[in-house]
């Protein structure tokens, strides 16, 4: 009996010792992996957006709570405290577990090698502690419990508050912090293509089409196991036109050909792979995506010399509707507006994105401005330096431009980018080794989420394609094909 006494009136030392024990090594261990620490916290779904003031926030208050358990005098308000943290880490679990769409890594330390329920309940235990030790301590006062509850409602407030800050902030305001799902895409082959001149000219549902540079007449057909299905020859009705850089763009059951230096335009069938030609009377272009089987969204240049998105029909060549304000130019009109262009068939919906500035532009299939969405990182002005060469006549860098968004594809509502900048709390090492794909939702303007795509004998991504199930990218010669996860499936809007 003496000796349960005993350990009752000591039970708040003992409690002390055992949080002192999991604060200085937890904090220990955080200080000698600190990098690591604020890369997991920066791919927390609740911490995220404040990772970098709550790395050092953590780890002060765990060794400040240490230090006052280890004297009688203030070990009364270090349990206080120490019940506080506790309680947040074991809310934070429990909303990680129940509302996060998904579940990031552990924050190392002692917790490293549990699971998350397994976290949660020993964070339960070290509460139930806290609270028990506070009992003895004010012999089981009544307003101790009331207390307790009261840190326990209020802590409950402040983590649903951080989180919907949080996500706030990440999807939609975000400050370049990056968010790493666990497996949205799961490579499934690779296929040696034996040359490094292919790129992707469209998509079926079931199918993929490749064009070739150096084979401007071939289109190759994969499925999604990348088994050639099928290979078109095609035959092209008049071959007079000198082309310099034939592009084949596929929509079934069509195809087209064209050459912005070319004014002409051939479509065909893949039924019969023979070419027809349309037009010659297409002004010049840089970028032509296909509307629909008389219809291409072309990027040309104005009477000013600076880039213009215009519709043209292919059977006449006629200019159906420019639009001179969509492309916002900051510095020159030309080079600071380069960009991308896709074409959502499913949405109807034009995207240009920005190579050199953190934005994009979505329009209807008639140039109609929907929206302006960004990109996450911080590049809001285009960082290039120009100057006009007389002898030729030419605008021209006079330095290397500062490339923000290199290569993007589009299916549906979603917008994939090939990101050029490392974000806030990314591992740069993986940066040495692999493209990394930020995730866009045109509809909302919010960000989804990014993943990995592992360069191949230190390649970089050549082009990329999406489908509904799987994403393709050529890195070299080498197709390689992922399977898309059902959650980022799930954010598909038809």
Not at 75 to 98: D, E, K, P, S, W
Not at 224 to 239: E, G, P, Q, S, W
Not at 445 to 452: A, I, N, P, Q
Request: positive net charge.
């Amino acid at each position: 009996m003496k000796l349960n006494k005993s350990i009752y009136n000591n039970l708040p030392i003992i409690v002390s010792y055992l949080y002192i024990l999991l604060f200085v090594y937890a904090a220990v261990s955080k200080i000698i992996d600190f990098q690591n620490f604020q890369v997991q916290l920066g791919q927390s779904p609740l911490l995220g957006a404040f990772a970098g003031f709550i790395s050092y926030t953590v780890i002060s208050f765990e060794l400040l709570i240490a230090l006052l358990l280890s004297y009688s005098r203030t070990r009364n308000i270090g349990i206080h405290l120490a019940c506080i943290l506790m309680v947040l880490f074991t809310l934070y679990i429990f909303i990680v577990l129940n509302y996060s769409t998904f579940i990031p890594c552990s924050c190392g330390g002692v917790l490293e090698s549990m699971s998350w329920k397994t976290h949660l309940w020993f964070n339960i235990i070290f509460v139930i502690l806290a609270w028990v030790s506070l009992n003895v301590i004010y012999k089981y006062n009544r307003k101790i419990n009331f207390r307790v509850l009261a840190i326990i409602l209020t802590s409950s407030i402040f983590m649903f508050g951080l989180y919907m800050a949080s996500d706030n902030i990440i999807y939609k305001r975000n400050n370049f912090v990056r968010r790493f799902p666990p497996f949205p895409t799961k490579r499934v082959d690779v296929k040696d293509l034996k040359f490094n001149s292919y790129y992707f000219a469209g998509k079926d549902e079931k199918n993929v089409y490749l064009g070739n540079h150096s084979a401007p007449a071939l289109i190759v057909v994969l499925d999604t196991t990348l088994t050639v299905a099928n290979n078109y020859n095609i035959k092209i009705t008049d071959t007079l036109f000198d082309f310099h850089n034939i592009q084949l763009r596929v929509s079934p059951p069509y195809f087209f050909l064209f050459d912005g230096t070319v004014p002409c335009v051939f479509r065909g069938n893949l039924n019969d792979s023979i070419a027809l030609l349309q037009t010659t009377e297409i002004p010049g272009f840089t970028k032509a995506v296909v509307i629909d089987s008389s219809t291409l969204a072309i990027r040309t240049l104005s009477e000013k010399r600076e880039n213009l998105l215009s519709t043209i029909d292919i059977h006449t060549g006629q200019v159906k509707k420019s639009a001179p304000n969509l492309l916002q130019k900051q510095i020159d009109g030309l080079f600071d507006t380069d960009g991308t262009l896709q074409y959502s068939s499913k949405q109807e919906k034009l995207v240009y994105l920005y190579y050199y500035r953190n934005e994009y532009t979505v329009t209807d299939y008639e140039l109609n401005l929907l929206k302006r969405g960004n990109t996450i990182d911080t590049t809001s002005r285009a960082k290039i330096k120009m100057e006009y060469v007389e002898s030729r006549k030419e605008r021209k860098f006079s330095a290397p431009p500062f490339l923000v968004n290199r290569i993007s594809a589009i299916h549906n509502n979603l917008l994939f980018v090939n990101s050029m900048l490392p974000g806030r709390y990314d591992e740069i090492k993986m940066w040495k080794n692999a493209n990394v794909i930020d995730v866009y939702d045109i509809l909302t303007k919010t960000y989804v989420m990014s993943f990995y795509i592992y360069k191949i004998d230190g390649d970089k991504i050549d082009d990329l394609i999406v489908t509904n199930s799987h994403l393709f990218v050529l890195i070299g010669s080498n197709l390689v094909s992922y399977k898309l996860s059902e959650s980022l499936q799930s954010k598909y809007k038809n």
